[in-house]
């Protein structure tokens, strides 16, 4: 499995590589890097969710687990 970084570094270097070929602008370039930088957010999101899950609490169906993790990575990754 990539990382969320391994993914969004790939997708990257394919929007330059359409950019330099005259494939798409530099403006299309710029939008879809914000777009995958959103969807690499999301992706290492559900990352420390799985391994934070997997570390002991393995219930992904009860939202009492999953509302914790919400709580935690809210504390822990989100910028004041």
Do not use: C, H, P
């Not at 330059?16 to 299309?28: D, F, L, P, T, Y």
């Not at 914790?68 to 504390?75: L, S, T, V």
């Amino acid at each position: 499995m990539k990382t969320a970084v391994e993914w969004y570094a790939e997708q990257a270097m394919q929007l330059e590589i359409q950019r330099g070929k005259g494939i798409i602008s530099i403006s299309q370039m710029l939008n879809e890097l914000s777009n995958i930088f959103q969807q690499a957010k999301e992706m290492e999101k559900q990352q420390i969710m799985n391994a934070w899950l997997i570390d002991g609490y393995t219930d992904l169906t009860n939202n009492y687990w999953v509302n914790e993790f919400e709580e935690y990575y809210n504390e822990t990754f989100k910028s004041k």
